[in-house]
């Protein structure tokens, strides 16, 4: 069945540091998330598009993170620079659409800033 | 905005007993509650979810139930496996504009063999 895709899988970054995380979301899946789980965690929403447009990004630290979705398929997540409390594992998930549709996650990327 | 309460973090069960995670939420606009499922290392996978205009669900040996009016929501595993040990998470739907979840803190289940 088909899956979120995420890279890179882990990244190791110094502070300072700028670093981009990449995901593809299921085909046909018009919304799409950013959800940042620090270890011991549930996820937190950093930032949800519904097709290229941001439907809220309230949450999203705008001083140092970016996230764009600019063909409404894919979606990258910046940070620059990279903080000490960064360090997280950075999850995106994708859905059909909005409300009730059930979000599926991808594998996540771990980033361990130094 | 919305808040999810999550009991316990810890809950260790012998295999073949049952298994209870509770959560509470703030927002009584909220509407839609899914039950997440995390192995070490591994992306959260849904298990289970229930929307509000029902009060029960089940799928096997889990299943789901919801108290409109306390707003909590409650995991129930029944005869308990060993491949049943991870973190589970609840959250809950905040209906402020947009639709990200908001998660518990999570409940690592322990099955003792």
């Known amino acids: 069945e088909a899956e979120v895709a995420q890279s890179p899988r882990y990244k190791i970054t110094e502070k300072s540091q700028a670093v981009a995380f990449w995901c593809d979301p299921i085909?046909?899946?018009?919304?799409l998330y950013w959800y940042r789980q620090i270890l011991g965690q549930g996820p937190e929403l950093l930032v949800q598009?519904?097709?290229?447009?941001?439907?809220?990004d309230s949450q999203l630290p705008k001083d140092r993170f970016s996230a764009e979705r600019l063909k409404g398929v894919d979606s990258t997540l910046k940070i620059q620079p990279a903080e000490l409390g960064d360090s997280a594992m950075y999850l995106c998930?994708?859905?059909?659409?909005?409300?009730?549709?059930?979000?599926?996650f991808g594998p996540g990327t771990r980033l361990t800033v130094l | 905005g919305e808040n999810v309460e999550q009991h316990p973090s810890t809950l260790s069960v012998q295999e073949g007993d049952s298994a209870v995670i509770k959560c509470t939420y703030s927002?009584?606009?909220?509407?839609?509650f899914p039950w997440y499922k995390q192995e070490l290392g591994k992306r959260p996978q849904l298990i289970i979810d229930?929307?509000?205009?029902?009060g029960e669900k089940k799928d096997q040996r889990i299943a789901v139930t919801l108290n409109k009016t306390a707003k909590h929501f409650s995991l129930h595993i029944t005869e308990t496996q060993p491949e049943d040990s991870a973190v589970y998470f609840c959250?809950?739907?905040?209906?402020?504009?947009?639709?990200?979840?908001?998660f518990g803190k999570g409940t690592h289940l322990i099955i003792q063999p």
């Open positions: 998930a994708s859905s059909r659409g909005r409300g009730t549709d059930t979000q599926y």
């Open positions: 085909s046909g899946h018009a919304t």
């Open positions: 598009f519904q097709d290229e447009s941001v439907v809220d």
């Open positions: 927002d009584s606009a909220s509407n839609y």
């Open positions: 229930i929307r509000s205009n029902v």
């Open positions: 959250a809950a739907i905040y209906w402020g504009g947009a639709d990200g979840l908001t």
